[in-house]
C-alpha cells in the first residue's frame, strides 16, 4: 500500500508565499515522476509542474517564474514553493507520483489533495 501524504497548503492574500510537500510512504523504495496538479472551482485537473528524478523540471506557462518544484529523492518527498501568488491561483493542489519499468509507467499515486486559496 503506497499512500501520498500532502502538508501545506491553507489562505494567503494576493502577492504571498506559501510551500506544499509531500511524501510517499508505504511500500514503495523509490519513486520515479513526481508533479503537482490543481483542480480550479469549475474547471479541469492541469498540471503545475513535474520533475523527473534526475532533476528535471517543467511548468505550466502560468506559473512559470513563481513556483519552483523540488524533491528529496532519499525522503521520496515532493515539494512545491508557491511565490507571487493569484487568485486565479485557487484550487485543490493534489500530488502525483509513478514508478517506471524500462521507462514504462507501470504504477501511478496520488494525494488526497490540499486547499489553496489566495484572496484578492
Known amino acids: 500500500q503506497v499512500q501520498l501524504l500532502e502538508s501545506g497548503g491553507g489562505l494567503v492574500q494576493a502577492g504571498g508565499s506559501l510551500g506544499l510537500s509531500c511524501a510517499a510512504k508505504g511500500s514503495i523504495s523509490r519513486v520515479d515522476n513526481m508533479a503537482w496538479y490543481r483542480r480550479a472551482p469549475g474547471k479541469q485537473r492541469e498540471l503545475v509542474a513535474s520533475?523527473?528524478?534526475?532533476?528535471?523540471?517543467n511548468y505550466a506557462d502560468s506559473v512559470k517564474g513563481r513556483f519552483t518544484i523540488s524533491r528529496d529523492n532519499a525522503k521520496n518527498t515532493v515539494y512545491l514553493q508557491m511565490n507571487s501568488l493569484k487568485p486565479e491561483d485557487t484550487a485543490v493542489y493534489y500530488c502525483a507520483a509513478d514508478r517506471l519499468r524500462n521507462g514504462i509507467k507501470v504504477s501511478d499515486y496520488w494525494g488526497q489533495g490540499t486547499q489553496v486559496t489566495v484572496s484578492s
Open positions: 520533475i523527473t528524478r534526475g532533476g528535471n523540471t
